[in-house]
C-alpha cells in the first residue's frame, strides 16, 4: 500500500495567517492527489481534486499544488470557519490510502 | 439536494454481524462507483471497500477482507455492507461516499456516518 505522510501534525495559527501543509506519498502517484476537510462531528468535504483542481464551491483561498510524491495544500488568508482537521488521500492506485491528518487550531 | 444517508449502526458483540446500508438521492447512484470509509474514535480515515458503477466489481482492505461484503442495489438506490465476525477493532464511524465523476477515488460526497459499537 502506498503511505501518506502529512506533516505538520497539529499547528497553531491566527486569523489571516498563510498556512501551508505538506503530504508526502511512498512512492509517485502522478496527481493523483485529493485533500479534504474534517470538522468536528461532521463528514470530510472535499477540497481539491486532482493535486490542484478546486472543488466546486470552495473558497479560493484554498490551494493545492504538487506531483509525483510531494504536495502542498495552502489555505492564503485563514478565516474561523477553516479551523479543522485536513487529509491528503491517494487516488493513485486500489487502496485508497490517507494520511494522517493535520489539525490547525486557532493560535 | 445529491445527498447519501447511512443507517444500520449500533451495538453488536464481538463475532456479531450488522448490515450498514446508504440511501442516495438526487444522483444518478446507478453511475457512480461507490465508497465506504471508516474512521475510529478520535482516529484518521481509513478506506474500507469499494463497488463499481453496476456491482461486477468490489475491493476490500486487508483488515476487512473474507468478512465484509459490499454491494448495491440500483433500482432502490442503496449501497450495503455486510459485516460478519466483527471484532473490537472494527468500532468506527462507517461513512458511504460517492466517487466524483471523473476523478479516480475523489469522494465528493460523503454521509454524515453511521456509529459501529464492537464490545461485551
Known amino acids: 500500500d502506498i503511505q501518506m505522510t502529512q506533516s505538520p501534525s497539529s499547528l497553531s495559527a491566527s486569523v489571516g495567517d498563510r498556512v501551508t501543509i505538506t503530504c508526502r506519498a511512498s512512492q509517485s502517484i502522478s496527481s493523483y492527489l485529493n485533500w479534504y476537510q474534517q470538522k468536528p462531528g461532521k463528514a470530510p468535504k472535499l477540497l481539491i481534486y486532482?493535486?490542484?483542481i478546486l472543488q466546486s464551491g470552495v473558497p479560493s483561498r484554498f490551494s493545492g499544488s504538487g506531483s509525483g510524491t510531494d504536495f502542498t495544500l495552502t489555505i492564503s488568508s485563514l478565516q474561523p470557519e477553516d479551523f479543522a482537521t485536513f487529509y491528503c488521500q491517494q487516488s493513485y492506485i486500489t487502496p485508497p490510502t490517507f494520511g494522517q491528518g493535520t489539525k490547525v487550531e486557532i493560535k | 439536494e445529491v445527498q447519501v444517508v447511512e443507517s444500520g449502526g449500533g451495538l453488536v458483540q464481538p463475532g456479531g454481524s450488522l448490515r450498514l446500508s446508504c440511501a442516495a438521492s438526487g444522483f444518478t447512484f446507478s453511475s457512480n462507483w461507490m465508497h465506504w470509509v471508516r474512521q475510529a474514535p478520535g482516529k484518521g480515515l481509513v478506506w474500507v471497500s469499494h463497488i463499481n458503477n453496476d456491482g461486477s466489481s468490489t475491493s476490500y482492505a486487508d483488515s476487512v477482507k473474507g468478512r465484509f461484503t459490499v454491494s448495491r442495489d440500483n433500482a432502490k438506490k442503496t449501497l450495503y455492507l455486510q459485516m460478519n465476525s466483527l471484532r473490537a477493532e472494527d468500532t468506527a464511524v462507517y461513512y458511504c461516499?460517492?466517487?466524483?465523476?471523473?476523478?479516480?477515488?475523489?469522494?465528493?460526497?460523503w454521509g454524515l456516518g453511521t456509529m459501529v459499537t464492537v464490545s461485551s
Open positions: 486532482a493535486a490542484s
Open positions: 461516499a460517492r466517487v466524483r465523476p471523473g476523478s479516480p477515488d475523489a469522494f465528493d460526497i
